[in-house]
Each structure stands twice: as structure tokens, then as C-alpha cells.
């Protein structure tokens, strides 16, 4: 049998689409009444990138829900959400499929995909939609064909990430994806090590804010959910995506997080289903993008300009300058407002999917 990627006993909430088109309601009323401190988007501008084209399109049955998405030269890598193996699949410039590359290893819910410098591929089983997995993790696909799994824990209990960063030298970065925006960026305290059980710490607080480009499956809520992340091949950038927004970043050597500490620009990007693939092209600048379902397009994003952080409009002293644009502390009122609208929502949530099971 193949190795378990997971060790939640209970394995039926992998995909929780019920909770996730309950959840379009609720927070479409939360996300208008959240106070403009939350809501604000200053100091990000959507510059630096041109008008999307299509680049080819995917029609394999193979890749029905296509989450993750690698640039490697001329071909590109991929993979589905979700599945019984852990499966990348090696697409042409045509997006048709050629070679796979698989582990025996059963995963709970891959997410996202990165490529070491190494040529080890990384699949991240980090999905946990309903927050209760104990563990999550990363499966390597290394180039001579072997495989290695490292389990990760949070430090702070569960919580559900569709996004992976691989730093130059190797240190991966899980990336969550929260309702409210509220993303934090977790890095293992320990090198990567085949079967081992390895602890994170919170390296990063996000606050990602309401754009108004539309998408996603789950309206304006979409516009806060991270849902895929890239690190360009000459190390240089790093990308996180929304159901309707690319946020880049200047990347000097392997400081992720202080990178991500700093004022991104913001891409708005084509309209799309469920859009959570994102990668580089091969020129190191031009972004790649791609939504679940079938047929379904890779967009190219090409860079109009040098990508560089947008001027910042927070003042300039210490850790207010330091607050950026996606890095943000909520106010105890604002914060208490936020818990009892949450509260609401997961109220509200609850009584649907009771509904619907004594249906």
C-alpha cells in the first residue's frame, strides 16, 4: 500500500465543498461591514505587468483541478488538487502532457508545487479545509526517480494552505489561507528530512485586503484567500496569488521573510473560476496562472517594467514603516469586531450543513 501522507484518522473532510459554498454568503456580509483599516489596500499599486494572453490550454482528463504550476524552461509542471497519488504531470509548450512523475504515497490534500534547485520537485500536502489535520507535508520527487516525505506541525494548532515557497537555498515556506486575510508564512525549524516529524514557527504575519477584481468561486472573500506561490528560477521574485490578484516581490538571496515583510505590486488577473496555480515563465518576470476545471487556460502576465515594491504611504518611523502594506496589526476593537463577525459566519455555516445533512 502507499505511504500515508496524513496522520488525521478522519480523511472525509478532505474536500469540503459544502463548507466552501456555504461560506460565499456569510462572508459577502462580513466583508461589508469590515472597518477600513481592514479593508484598505494603501501603499500596493497595479503596476509593473501588461495585458494577459493565453499561452496554450489544458484539456487532459489527467488534471481536472489543476493547483499547481512550476515553470521549467520551455515545459511546465503541474498537478491536481486533490487525489489518491502523489502525481506531477510535465506539460509542452502546447500544455499537452508527456511525462509523469509519481510517488507511492497517498496524499491527504496537495496543494501547491515548487521546484528545488536540485531538480527535486515538491508537492504541498498542506489542504485542510475543515482544520483538523495533526500533520501536514511535503513530498519530494527527487530527479532519480526516489521520493522522500517530511511531516510538518504548526505551532499554533491547524490550519488550511494551498501555498508553497522554496527559497534558493532549500528552505520551504507554507503560505495559509485564511478568510479574513490574515495569512501567516510558517517555516520548519529543522532541515527537511526524510520521514521526520518537524516542527514550524510563524516567520510572517500577511493581511491581504479587498482589491474589487472579481472571480473565485466565493465572490469579494475571494479577493482575500491565498491560494498558490511561486519563486522565480534566478531567485529573484516571489509571487502569491489570490482567486483574483498575483502580489509580487523583490527576493534578495533566501530572506523570504523579509521579503514578504516588504510593499509587493499588485497584478489584478483575468477572471477565472478557481484560479490557484501560479509560476514564473523562463525569463524569470512574466507570471504563468491557471484555474481548476476543464478546459482551462494558462495565461502569460507579461512584465511591463522592473518589478520593484510600490512606494509605501505609512509613516516612515520604525515598526509603523516596518506595518507595509500587507503586514498589519488589528486594534483590540477592531479585532473583537472581526471575532464576533466570525462568529456569525461559522453560526451560520454550522446550521446549513446541519440542514442539509438532516436533508
Known amino acids: 500500500m502507499p505511504e500515508r501522507a496524513d496522520r488525521t ?14 461560506l460565499s454568503a456569510p462572508l459577502g456580509l462580513l466583508l461589508t461591514v469590515l472597518p477600513a ?12 505587468y501588461g495585458a494577459p494572453s493565453t499561452r496554450c ?12 504550476l512550476v515553470g521549467a524552461g520551455d515545459a511546465m509542471l503541474a498537478m491536481n488538487d486533490g487525489g489518491a497519488r502523489a502525481e506531477v504531470f510535465v506539460l509542452d509548450g502546447a500544455c499537452a502532457v508527456g511525462d509523469v512523475r509519481a510517488a507511492d504515497v497517498d496524499p491527504y490534500d496537495p496543494e501547491d508545487l515548487a521546484l528545488g534547485a536540485d531538480g527535486t520537485i515538491w508537492l504541498a500536502d498542506t489542504g485542510d479545509n475543515n482544520h483538523t489535520r495533526e500533520t501536514v507535508a511535503l513530498i519530494g520527487l527527487r530527479a532519480d526517480g526516489s521520493s522522500t516525505l517530511t511531516r510538518l506541525t504548526y505551532p499554533d494548532g491547524p490550519h488550511d494552505a494551498e501555498a508553497l515557497l522554496m527559497a534558493p537555498d532549500g528552505t520551504p ?13 510558517y517555516r ?7 520521514g521526520a516529524t518537524v516542527p514550524m514557527s510563524r516567520v510572517v504575519e500577511l493581511g491581504f485586503t479587498l482589491t474589487g477584481t472579481p472571480g473565485g468561486p466565493v465572490g469579494r472573500a475571494g479577493q482575500l484567500l ?45 477572471e477565472s473560476p478557481q484560479g490557484e496555480a501560479i509560476a514564473f515563465a523562463s525569463n524569470h518576470r512574466d507570471l504563468l496562472v491557471a484555474s481548476e ?20 504611504t505609512a509613516p516612515a518611523d520604525g515598526a509603523a514603516a516596518a506595518a507595509g502594506t500587507l503586514s498589519h496589526e488589528v486594534a483590540p476593537l ?26
Open 334 to 359: 477592531t479585532a473583537g469586531l472581526i471575532a464576533a463577525l466570525v462568529a456569525t459566519a461559522l453560526v451560520w455555516i454550522g446550521g446549513r450543513i446541519r440542514r442539509r445533512r438532516q436533508g
Open 293 to 312: 476545471g476543464l478546459p482551462t487556460a494558462v495565461t502569460l502576465v507579461p512584465a511591463a517594467g522592473e518589478i520593484a515594491p510600490a512606494a509605501s
Open 9 to 22: 484518522p478522519d480523511r472525509a473532510g478532505r474536500r469540503s465543498w459544502a463548507v466552501g459554498a456555504a
Open 188 to 194: 520548519p525549524d529543522a532541515p527537511l528530512a526524510d
Open 226 to 270: 491565498v491560494t498558490g506561490g511561486a519563486v522565480s528560477g534566478d531567485g529573484q521574485r516571489i509571487a502569491l496569488r489570490t482567486y483574483t490578484d498575483a502580489y509580487v516581490w523583490p527576493l534578495t538571496g533566501s530572506d523570504v521573510a523579509g521579503a514578504l515583510a516588504g510593499a509587493p505590486v499588485r497584478v489584478a488577473l483575468p
Open 173 to 185: 515556506y507554507v503560505v495559509t489561507k485564511e478568510v479574513l486575510g490574515a495569512s501567516s508564512v
Open 37 to 48: 483599516g481592514v479593508a484598505g489596500a494603501e501603499g500596493v499599486e497595479a503596476t509593473g
Open 57 to 68: 490550454e489544458v484539456t487532459d482528463p489527467r488534471l481536472p483541478e489543476l493547483s499547481g
